[in-house]
């Protein structure tokens, strides 16, 4: 039997209330990709962490379903650092999604105030996990993973947070975001941290670091050429061979534009 127009309408909304909860705010193109696209039902190989183009029909309708949800005060807006418009939970979008049995809150602290890098880190990390969950992976949002609503919980997987954690069976995909130069400090913790993660990878008796019956996919980022080419002359200088890094790394340097985009004053 064929769905009628309401219930159709119904079904979207609460997809997308469902989205906003998981990421904690989203854009109406970021919306059109994940809620109006059919995912895969299983992923088919390593993933691919490009953005996900919605469709002009895609779009359109996520404009007219943030319309009626702006209209039912179920979302609240905000604009992005490049004029996007973003989204988030309302107090009583939040409230709807309690009766489904979905514990959610309010999404107004999230969209408050943040700086224009914070605010495109966050937009490659959206559109890595909904390239992930359109190919079928699990993906683990950033706000979930800040949250400590992933595999690592909140003490992280030796000490560390992904940025986006996409997984397939027993395959775990760990997924960095590196915008920006990191300092020094961080830089030398990340190095310890990928030299635990290969001896942990290549253990007869399996993984310890991850869940039971876990194994280690790649590590992946999506970095600058600069960033790339610096990573891997330091591991060849801490001893990895140029197999190892490939066997457990993979770099995207050309998918993602990490310059500002910012409307003139």
Not at 82 to 107: F, H, M, N, P
Not at 143 to 162: H, M, S, T, V, Y
Not at 206 to 217: D, E, F, K
Request: charged content about 25%; proline content about 3%.
């Amino acid at each position: 039997m064929r769905k009628d127009g309401r219930q159709v309408a119904r079904e979207n909304e609460a997809r997308v209330l469902r989205a906003l909860h998981r990421f904690g705010w989203l854009r109406t193109r970021d919306l059109a990709a994940l809620c109006w696209r059919r995912w895969a039902s299983r992923p088919s190989g390593t993933p691919g962490v490009g953005p996900t183009a919605p469709t002009a029909s895609a779009v359109r309708m996520a404009q007219r379903t943030m319309r009626r949800l702006r209209d039912a005060r179920l979302v609240i807006t905000a604009q992005g650092p490049d004029g996007s418009r973003l989204y988030a939970l309302s107090e009583g979008g939040a409230r709807a999604l309690k009766d489904a049995g979905v514990t959610a809150i309010s999404g107004k602290d999230v969209v408050r105030g943040f700086s224009s890098a914070y605010y495109r880190h966050r937009c490659i990390a959206n559109e890595v996990a909904i390239a992930g969950m359109v190919q079928g992976f699990r993906a683990s949002t950033e706000r979930e993973i800040a949250q400590g609503l992933w595999l690592g919980g909140e003490a992280g997987i030796a000490g560390k947070r992904p940025d986006v954690l996409l997984r397939s069976g027993d395959r775990v995909h760990w997924v960095e975001v590196e915008r920006s130069r990191k300092n020094s400090r961080d830089y030398r913790a990340l190095l310890v941290w990928l030299g635990k993660v290969l001896q942990d990878s290549t253990r007869r008796d399996g993984a310890r670091l991850l869940g039971p019956g876990q194994v280690w996919g790649r590590v992946i980022f999506i970095c600058t050429p600069a960033f790339e080419a610096k990573l891997r002359k330091d591991l060849t200088g801490a001893g990895w061979t140029a197999q190892q890094v490939d066997a457990l790394s993979s770099f995207e340097s050309a998918l993602y534009s990490f310059e500002d985009t910012l409307f003139p004053k």
